[in-house]
C-alpha cells in the first residue's frame, strides 16, 4: 500500500536561514509520481513540483530545490534563504502508475520568523 | 488563482442533515477529485471523477457521494451529517486524470456541523 511519512510536524527557522523538509514514501509500483504542495495560511494548495519515479535528477527552482533518492525512498525539499513568506504547510504526496489515488503526507508546518 | 472554483466558502449545518457541495474545475481539465481535510485525520483523498464517470474511490463514507455532470462540474452530497464531518473540503481538477498530472485545488468549503 502507498504511504508517505513526513516525520517533522512543526519546523521553525529564522529568516535566511535553509531548511529542509524530509519526505519518506512506501509504494510497490515501480511507477509512481511525487509532489509537494504549499498550504499558506489561506489555506488554498499550491502545486509546487512534481517528480516521475524514472527521473531522479535533483531539481532547483529559484530558492526551492528538491533531492530525489530512490534508494532511500525519499524525497526531500530544501528551501534556501527562508523568507517569512514561506511560512505555510508543505505536504508531499504519492500518486501510483495504475492508479489515480493521491496519498498525502501528514504535512510541516513551516514557521519564518523575521 | 487555480482557476478551480467552489461553493460555498462556508456551510454550518446540524447534525442529521444533507448538503451539497459544488465545484467547477479548471477550464480544460476533464477530471476532479475530491478531498476532506480534517485536524485528526489530514487530507484524504475521497473520490475521482474523469469526463462523467467514477473513476478512483479513496476513504469515502457511504453517506457521501458524488457525481460529475456533462458539463464537467461536480456536487459531493454529505447526507446524515455526523459533528465527525466537520472538515475543509477541497475540490481539485487535472488535465487527464492520470497518476502524473499534477492536481489544481480550489479554495475549499469549510463544513461545519453543530
Known amino acids: 500500500a502507498q504511504k508517505v511519512t513526513q516525520a517533522q510536524t512543526e519546523i521553525s527557522v529564522v529568516e535566511k536561514e535553509d531548511v529542509t523538509l524530509d519526505c519518506v514514501y512506501e509504494t510497490r509500483d515501480t511507477t509512481y509520481y511525487l509532489f509537494w504542495y504549499k498550504q499558506p495560511p489561506s489555506g488554498e494548495l499550491v502545486f509546487l513540483i512534481r517528480r516521475n519515479s524514472f527521473d531522479e535528477q535533483n531539481e532547483i527552482s529559484g530558492r526551492y530545490s528538491w533531492n530525489f533518492q530512490k534508494s532511500t525512498s525519499s524525497f526531500n525539499f530544501t528551501i534556501t534563504a527562508s523568507q517569512v513568506v514561506d511560512s505555510a504547510v508543505y505536504f508531499c504526496a504519492l500518486s501510483e502508475g495504475r492508479g489515480q489515488n493521491f496519498v498525502f503526507g501528514p504535512g510541516t508546518r513551516l514557521s519564518v520568523l523575521p | 488563482d487555480s482557476g478551480v472554483t467552489q461553493t460555498p466558502k462556508h456551510l454550518i449545518t446540524a447534525t442529521g442533515q444533507r448538503v451539497t457541495l459544488r465545484c467547477s474545475p479548471r477550464?480544460?481539465?476533464?477530471?476532479v477529485y475530491w478531498y476532506q481535510q480534517s485536524l485528526d485525520q489530514g487530507l484524504q483523498f475521497l473520490i475521482q471523477?474523469?469526463?462523467?464517470?467514477?473513476?478512483a474511490k479513496g476513504n469515502i463514507l457511504e453517506r457521501f457521494s458524488a457525481q460529475q455532470f456533462p458539463d464537467l462540474h461536480s456536487e459531493l452530497n454529505l447526507s446524515s451529517l455526523e459533528l465527525g464531518d466537520s472538515a475543509l473540503y477541497f475540490c481539485?481538477?487535472?488535465?487527464?486524470?492520470?497518476?502524473?498530472?499534477?492536481?489544481?485545488f480550489g479554495p475549499g468549503t469549510r463544513l461545519t456541523v453543530l
Open positions: 471523477y474523469y469526463n462523467g464517470e467514477e473513476r
Open positions: 477550464s480544460g481539465d476533464l477530471s
Open positions: 481539485a481538477s487535472s488535465v487527464q486524470g492520470l497518476a502524473s498530472n499534477e492536481q489544481f
